[in-house]
């Protein structure tokens, strides 16, 4: 996720680390989109440190481009208030990234992946609404499942050269069962490192699950609250289409 939500000023900072990795989730899994189909998710996410940042109506799209290769792109809406700025409102920064499996999963193996992207900074940096800078994030993700449980997890490092940024590591892992055809509930624990220096990075629990409408249309939502570090409030919800 994640960018997971770079909050407000802090956010903004760990939006860096967007949230929305693995929605509804912060930590992100290593499957991508099928080759030459298509996902789309109309979200909202918003996290609480002081001020708060609100990043929606946003939109997420994915493309199956190849085989084990999705395109993925984020544009959002965003709101932020506090740390002594007014309240903005207005475009934030652009995602853009290529999640690529490298190892399927086997009975004994889990499917594991990249998912490299970049935050271009189309976002208004002088009102809080961007970083400022093109910043870069680094992960290696896995993923096993057994029956119903599904589990994935792993990290990465992000790039950020922005005044006043810092380069920093993440990470997480999840853990999520399916409840007959329609229900899928879960839990993780996510934690990135100091992405200023006046944070000090944060550990959070993070719960949600996704309700499946039909075939092609779900509902995904989560909410969740830092554990340790820098305080945190966590929240996400989408519409998502798959075709």
């Not at 929305?20 to 080759?35: I, K, S």
């Not at 475009?91 to 399927?104: A, N, S």
């Not at 940024?165 to 329609?182: A, M, S, T, V």
Request: hydrophobic residues 35%; aromatic residues 14%.
């Amino acid at each position: 996720m994640n960018k997971i939500i770079s909050l407000a000023v802090c956010l903004n900072l760990m939006l860096a680390t967007r949230i929305v990795a693995g929605p509804p989730f912060l930590t992100d899994d290593p499957e991508p989109v099928d080759y030459r189909h298509w996902e789309a998710y109309l979200f909202t996410l918003g996290d609480y440190s002081g001020g708060y940042t609100i990043e929606g109506p946003a939109v997420e799209v994915n493309y199956g481009v190849l085989p084990d290769t999705q395109l993925h792109l984020i544009v959002p809406m965003t709101t932020v208030s506090g740390g002594g700025r007014p309240t903005a409102t207005g475009l934030g920064d652009t995602e853009f990234g290529i999640k690529y499996r490298f190892v399927h999963e086997t009975n004994s193996w889990p499917q594991i992946g990249v998912f490299p992207f970049a935050e271009l900074p189309t976002g208004d940096a002088s009102r809080g609404l961007g970083n400022g800078r093109t910043w870069f994030q680094l992960p290696l993700w896995l993923q096993k499942s057994f029956g119903p449980w599904t589990t994935y997890g792993g990290g990465g490092e992000v790039l950020n050269s922005a005044p006043g940024e810092r380069n920093h590591p993440y990470g997480g892992w999840l853990i999520q069962r399916d409840f007959g055809k329609h229900l899928t509930l879960g839990g993780e624990l996510f934690a990135q490192g100091k992405d200023t220096a006046a944070d000090k990075g944060f550990a959070a629990l993070n719960f949600g699950g996704s309700y499946k409408v039909n075939e092609h249309f779900n509902l995904l939502f989560s909410a969740g609250h830092n554990v340790a570090g820098d305080e945190h409030t966590l929240s996400y919800f989408a519409l998502y289409w798959t075709w």
